[in-house]
């Protein structure tokens, strides 16, 4: 069955999602929207990991902390 296989993430299932370095809720504040361009691409550089089917299909090479 499909439930079996997605719709959570767990072992054994296929997952598509993306991993940002930033909360997500963060982009409507005032500052967010002042200090950063957001167009097609603009959220690139927050982007960790991307997995898709169970895959990592991208993996940043190195994490900024801070």
């Known amino acids: ?15 598509d999602f993306v991993l940002f370095s930033i909360d997500l809720l963060d982009l409507a504040s005032p500052e967010f929207l002042l200090t950063n361009e ?11 990991t991307t997995v898709t089917g169970g895959w990592v299909v991208y993996q940043r090479s190195k994490v900024d902390t801070g």
């Open 38 to 48: 957001i167009e097609l691409g603009g959220l690139d550089k927050f982007v960790i």
């Open 1 to 15: 069955m499909l439930e079996d296989e997605v719709g959570s993430i767990e072992v054994g299932k296929r997952a």
